[in-house]
C-alpha cells in the first residue's frame, strides 16, 4: 500500500436528531465548532495528509478558516454518506493510486485519540483488506417486539460496535461503494460495502470514548471527554518530561 494518505470526512448531514438551529457539525464545542475540533484532531495525527471534505452545497455556515490542513478541498456532499464518500474519491480519481490509504471518519467524532488513528492507519497499511477502528459490545443487548417490549436477549459475544475512521485502500473503496450502488446493497459504513464483496475487514481495538455526537445530551458529554482527554495528555507531557 502506498504512503500518500488521504482523509474523507462526511459533513453534509443536517443534523436533525439534535434539534439545533445549524448542523451538528458547527455547534460549540470547547469554544470552536464540532468540525473544527474533529478537524484539529485528525491534523495532530497526520499533519501531511489530504483532506477530502464533504459539503451541503448550500451550506452557509462552513469557515474555510477551521481547516488546518494544507492540501485540502471541498467536495459536494451525497443525500446518503456512502454518496459523499463515493463523490470524494471521485474528486481524487486522476491523482490517488489504487493502493493509497483512504480514511473516512465521522465529523460527529471529535473525541477519537491520535494514538487509536496512528494504530489504525498501520493496520490498514498491512492488511490486505483493510480495518476499522471498534469497540466490543460491554452492555446486554435486547431486541425489541416493535410495541416496546422485549421479544429476547441477544448474546454478545463476538458483536463489536463499528467506530470511525474506517481505512481502506482507493481502488478497493471505490469498487466497493460502486459495486454496492450498482446492486443496490445498503451500505451503513465503508466496512459493510468492502463486506458485499465478500471480504473481511480487520477489527482494530479502540477507545470508548470515541463518541459520536448524535443526540442534543452528546455535546455536554464530548466537551467533558476531551476536557479529560486534555488533563491526561498534559499529565503525560508532564511525566514524559520529568
Known amino acids: 500500500m502506498s504512503e500518500r494518505l488521504w482523509l474523507v470526512v462526511p459533513a453534509a448531514g443536517r443534523g436533525r436528531r439534535m434539534r439545533a438551529a445549524v448542523p451538528k457539525q458547527y455547534l460549540s464545542l470547547a469554544g470552536r465548532t464540532v468540525l473544527a475540533c474533529t478537524l484539529a484532531r485528525l491534523h495532530a495525527a497526520f499533519p501531511a495528509a489530504r483532506l477530502c471534505l464533504c459539503l451541503d452545497p448550500d451550506d452557509a455556515h462552513f469557515d474555510p478558516a477551521e481547516v488546518p490542513f494544507a492540501d485540502w478541498r471541498r467536495v459536494p456532499g451525497g443525500s446518503e454518506r456512502a454518496d459523499s464518500v463515493a463523490n470524494a474519491l471521485a474528486a481524487i480519481a486522476g491523482e490517488a493510486q489504487e493502493g493509497d490509504p483512504i480514511l473516512v471518519h465521522d465529523v460527529a467524532r471529535p473525541c477519537v485519540r491520535v494514538d487509536d488513528l496512528r494504530r489504525l492507519v498501520a493496520t ?119
Open 124 to 242: 490498514v497499511a498491512a492488511d490486505p483488506v483493510g480495518g476499522l477502528l471498534a469497540v466490543p459490545v460491554a452492555d446486554t443487548m435486547k431486541r425489541d417486539d416493535g410495541a416496546g417490549r422485549v421479544s429476547g436477549t441477544e448474546p454478545r459475544d463476538g458483536l463489536w460496535h463499528a467506530l470511525t475512521p474506517q481505512g481502506f485502500a482507493f481502488g478497493l473503496l471505490r469498487r466497493a461503494l460502486h459495486d454496492a450502488a450498482e446492486r443496490g446493497v445498503s451500505v451503513t459504513d465503508e466496512a459493510s460495502a468492502v463486506e458485499a464483496l465478500g471480504l473481511s475487514p480487520c477489527l482494530v481495538a479502540g477507545r470508548r470514548d470515541n463518541l459520536k455526537i448524535t443526540h442534543p445530551e452528546d455535546l455536554a458529554l464530548a466537551e467533558a471527554i476531551l476536557a479529560a482527554q486534555g488533563m491526561h495528555d498534559h499529565h503525560a507531557d508532564r511525566n514524559d518530561s520529568a
